[in-house]
DNA sequence: GTGGCCGGGTTGATACATCAACCTGAACAC
DNA sequence: GTGTTCAGGTTGATGTATCAACCCGGCCAC
């Protein structure tokens, strides 16, 4: 065979990468549930939801701008309002109902968002300074373009 | 010189890698998914047991090298077992069972493996180049060694 | 109007992650 | 031997992710 012995530098690299990726992530992770009893999942909900004004918007909404599919969202929306953080709100077109901030889950991200900047900035951004910041980020939306032409392809295949 | 860097400037680039974390992973495990059937979980612990010469090892020593927990793990070979793609087997101390790769887990983590790194390839590795590839190494390790730090500081309090 | 279409939402089944509780058998003390 | 300890493993409960199947209400054709 050979492939398993033949770890290149590259692919070192690459591995450190998704190390640091699994360490932050599980950090970040592990903050919120401990601190502020909130899984990414909830977190990634409210901050959408505090970006409206009327903290409230049709589910669909959240779904672009969440990227998740309709199914994850509604389950996860069933067990956020479960826990008081969100409530179900029929709009004038019964199809498409709407999401509401409570009290409950605005106070839970208006304590979560300042903590959680906090760590990414002592984890991450400070870590890495302007210039390689700048770097990095210019790193990894070159991925993404990469990866949007390789799903392109995909498709049209 | 510009380390008074707009915060806002700073969050967006965060928010990038995010984006970037988010979209290359879950293409990735789509495609083991789709073309191998086998899920990122599945992939990693039959890596491991391909480190081994004898496609056999304990337990504990893929818990080490996954950096599950055990109850993590334990679920997960069980699943794996019910497939067919791993078998337990009792070693000498019956406390600590070991792990054997079957013909199946052989024949389809040899099949992955290319095809994964492959795509690692044309997805990251050759979209950065070498040296920017380093760079980003780099940074890697250096939020890795901060989180290190900050872990040591939560645990010393 | 009535019936079919269709986009968006919900539900159920299954796989996976995490925590806590429990089991197990070797090792050690006595 | 008997009992205790303890590292390592398993199990069960709960929360989460994903897929497929289904539901539902407005819309359009006729």
Chains 1, 2 share one sequence.
Do not use: N
């Not at 530098?9 to 401990?34: C, F, N, P, V």
């Not at 709407?98 to 903590?115: F, N, Q, S």
């Not at 939306?141 to 990866?147: I, K």
Request: negative net charge; charged residues 30%; aromatic residues 6%.
């Amino acid at each position: 065979m050979g492939w398993e012995q033949d770890i290149g530098e590259a692919d070192r690299m690459w591995r450190t990468y998704i190390e640091m990726a699994k360490h932050l992530g599980s950090h970040l992770q592990q903050h919120l549930q401990r601190e502020c009893d909130l899984s990414a999942a909830d977190f990634e909900v409210l901050v959408r939801l505090t970006e409206s004004e009327r903290r409230e918007m049709p589910v669909a909404e959240v779904a672009v701008a969440t990227q998740w599919e309709k199914s994850r969202l509604s389950h996860q929306l069933t067990r956020m309002a479960q826990r008081g953080l969100v409530e179900r709100v029929d709009s004038d077109d019964r199809r498409y109902p709407d999401v509401r901030l409570t009290d409950k889950g605005y106070a839970a991200i208006d304590k979560a968002v300042p903590e959680h900047t906090e760590l990414v900035h002592a984890l991450f951004i400070d870590v890495l300074g302007p210039e390689r910041l700048a770097g990095f980020a210019q790193a990894c939306a070159d991925v993404l373009r990469a990866l949007d032409e390789h799903r392109e392809r995909d498709c049209s295949l």
